[in-house]
């Protein structure tokens, strides 16, 4: 099992409901193929630095999960037909990356 990371923004105009059945399809797609779910953030709407389909902002979700590798690519190509995404990344953590992303997590939960 291999930790991940993926950011991904959806399409400004989607409705809130729109938004979390998108969200919820995607984290019952990694789940039914066994991914175990560290933590999901709603970072809201953003500003691009550069308009991305001609729009100029977009609604920034943060999936952090671990999960067998050979789950990566379908995830991915189910990314590329949803237009509803505009943009997605998906990175492999290292150590480093998951004792930060933990530091991160208890800061946010500090501060909430």
Do not use: C
Request: proline share 3%.
């Amino acid at each position: 099992m291999n930790h991940y990371e993926t950011v991904f923004i959806l399409n400004p105009v989607l409705s809130e409901d729109q938004i979390k059945e998108t969200v919820k399809k995607y984290e019952d797609f990694l789940v039914s193929r066994g991914a175990k779910m560290v933590s999901k953030e709603d970072w809201g709407l953003k500003k691009l630095a550069y308009p991305i389909q001609n729009k100029k902002s977009g609604f920034y979700h943060l999936f952090e999960y671990t999960v067998d590798g050979n789950v990566i690519d379908p995830l991915e190509v189910e990314f590329r037909r949803d237009e509803r995404f505009m943009r997605y990344l998906t990175v492999k953590l290292d150590k480093h990356a998951i004792a930060w992303a933990e530091k991160r997590r208890n800061k946010i939960k500090q501060n909430a």
